[in-house]
């Protein structure tokens, strides 16, 4: 059974698994933008990204990604967006990261944490490395085809966004940043979300200079696990749209030098 702790209007929600190593952490709601054991590795204008390092009573190791988002508009809390995600993947059998607590403060500030996906890396990560993206093409295409068959579409997804289990490659993947996740709206809009998620996809193979040819095979790959298969003017789409977020990349990327830090590893 989830905690659910409450103090006037502020609460944390733990899941079972991660209860006894947060109380006994002395963590609570407030406390998860106090506590000097999570600890900031990246500062955005809307939120702080952090690692929370403990140990359970076998003295096993456990982290902790936090999300921790300062106020931003009336009755808005960032952090439900990415738990709906969470539980909108839950849900539909689509692999995600695991929901290890969340909650909001009387303030307006948020957070998440996200429990750590020891044993995986992220995909782009793993290419840059060395690995070949062939290894991963099927996995990741049918993790793609699965999140848009059960009607949902993620807004955000990147090569980044796929944490593939690294031993053997591909033998799992999980996505991750699941706070843009949402249903699929009817036609004539959802090809539009459709055609924004594989141009993602494909705008980051092309940073990582994947050429197109495999680029094309991915998209058929997809497109052959789809319930309803890409069209050649999706296709068509698809490729305007990767050129579209290049420029839209290059203004974020000049205004915000920090936002593409990566995670750092355990």
């Known amino acids: 059974m989830t905690l659910h702790v409450y103090r006037r209007a502020q ?30 590795w990246r500062t955005l204008p809307d939120r702080d990204n952090c690692t929370l390092d403990l140990r359970r009573p076998s003295g096993a190791p456990v982290r902790l990604h936090v999300k ?55 995909g782009d990560k793993l290419v840059s490395a060395g690995l070949p993206f062939e290894s991963i ?10 999140l848009h068959n059960a009607g949902l579409h993620h807004r955000d997804l990147y090569l980044c966004h796929f944490f593939v289990a690294a031993d053997p490659p591909g033998s799992d993947i999980r ?16 090809r539009r979300w459709i055609v924004k998620d594989l141009a993602q996809f494909c705008y980051s193979l092309t940073q990582l200079g ?5 680029q094309r095979r ?14 050649a003017g999706a296709i068509k789409a698809i490729r305007r749209k990767v050129l579209s977020i ?9 205004r915000q030098p920090l936002r593409n830090i990566s995670i750092p590893e355990a």
């Open 68 to 122: 921790r988002y300062r106020t931003s508009r009336p009755w808005h809390h960032p952090a439900r967006d990415e738990v709906r995600g969470l539980l909108l993947l839950r849900g539909a059998g689509v692999p995600a990261a695991e929901l290890a607590a969340w909650g909001e403060l009387a303030d307006g500030r948020s957070f998440i944490m996200i429990a750590d996906l020891a044993g995986y890396r992220a």
């Open 210 to 214: 994947i050429a197109d040819d495999a």
């Open 175 to 190: 996505l991750i940043d699941a706070a843009r996740v949402r249903p699929l709206p009817p036609w004539p809009f959802r």
């Open 11 to 40: 609460f944390i929600e733990v899941e079972p698994p991660y209860q006894d190593i947060l109380c006994a952490a002395g963590i609570g709601a407030s406390e998860v933008f106090t506590h000097p054991a999570i600890i900031p």
């Open 246 to 254: 290049a420029r839209h990349d290059r203004r974020l990327r000049s």
């Open 137 to 146: 093409l099927i996995p990741t295409a049918r993790v793609a085809a699965a």
């Open 218 to 231: 991915w998209l058929e790959c997809y497109s052959r696990l789809r319930d309803t298969p890409l069209s």
